[in-house]
């Protein structure tokens, strides 16, 4: 069973002249094994930038507060040794690597974090089972990882990692972001099989509440202004749906 923990998250960038803007003010959240929550809230209230804060983006500082993994502190680890511990970011605009196929790359990731390379009898197994299931052309193994794919392709590559890295801690910043009806079912199947096994925990990091039909969170999150503003079941993604997010964001305005 894992826990991630975040504590009074502060984090900051810099604001171009040299100076920096704070961006979250104090953020506290737990995710367990066996859960999934949903942060959602308006463009700029911070979403991202949590994301790329557990990750390690060097672009993010952290000036206060904890992040730890099962009682390690996740903020003194680099981030190869983050992936290792057992967290994994789905980034909301996957990168493109020209000159490393997608077969190559995922074998790669999947040595590091496990600590030693898999039999590649095995690994080609493996591979293949996790791609029919997100319905990905076999062919896509030799391809240059997301060069010339679509946004859609793209996505489903991203939890093609996500099911064969097995992580603890899966962190999915906008995955259904550009993702037609079809493509979006596919995912949210992935996330669901990922999270049925009940020793991961998700947090799934959206804008729009269409994935959460798919994609059932035990717990939603509000940001707005850099923080939680507000907390619930599942039925408060349907208060969002109905009514927006200017209320919260009124909540979360800085002072």
């Known amino acids: ?15 171009g002249s040299g100076g920096s803007k704070e961006i979250l003010r104090g953020v506290d959240l737990t995710v367990r094994s066996g859960e999934t929550h949903a942060i959602m809230g308006p463009n700029g209230s911070g979403k991202s930038t949590l ?16 992040v730890t993994l099962d009682g390690e502190d996740v903020l003194a680890m680099g981030v190869d040794e983050r ?13 493109e690597v020209p000159g490393v196929s997608v077969s190559n790359f995922l074998r790669a990731a999947v040595t590091a974090v496990r600590g030693e390379a898999p039999k590649l009898r095995v690994f080609t197994k493996e591979m293949k089972e996790a791609m029919e299931a997100l319905s990905i052309d076999p062919a ?14 793209k996505k489903r590559h991203e939890i093609l990692q996500l099911e064969m890295l097995k992580p603890k ?5 906008e995955t259904d ?25 998700v947090l799934l990091i959206t804008h729009y509440t269409r994935i959460l039909r798919y994609v059932k969170p035990d717990f939603v999150h509000v940001f707005a202004g850099g923080r939680i503003v ?13 009514e927006g997010y200017e209320k919260y964001a009124k909540a979360g305005a800085v002072s």
């Open 169 to 173: 801690i899966a962190v999915l910043d």
């Open 1 to 15: 069973m894992a826990t991630l923990e975040i504590r009074d998250l502060h984090v900051s960038v810099g604001d």
């Open 177 to 201: 972001s550009g993702l037609d009806v079809d493509a979006l079912k596919v995912v949210s199947e992935g996330i669901n099989r990922f999270s049925a096994a009940g020793d991961t925990g």
């Open 230 to 242: 507000e907390e619930g079941g599942p039925e408060l993604a349907e208060v969002l749906e109905n």
């Open 51 to 66: 994301a790329y804060a557990i990750a390690g983006h060097p672009k993010y500082e952290v000036t206060a507060g904890s």
């Open 83 to 95: 992936a290792r511990a057992g967290l994994f970011l789905a980034m909301q605009y996957p990168v």
């Open 140 to 153: 896509f193994a030799q391809r240059s990882l997301n060069e010339g794919f679509s946004g859609g392709e």
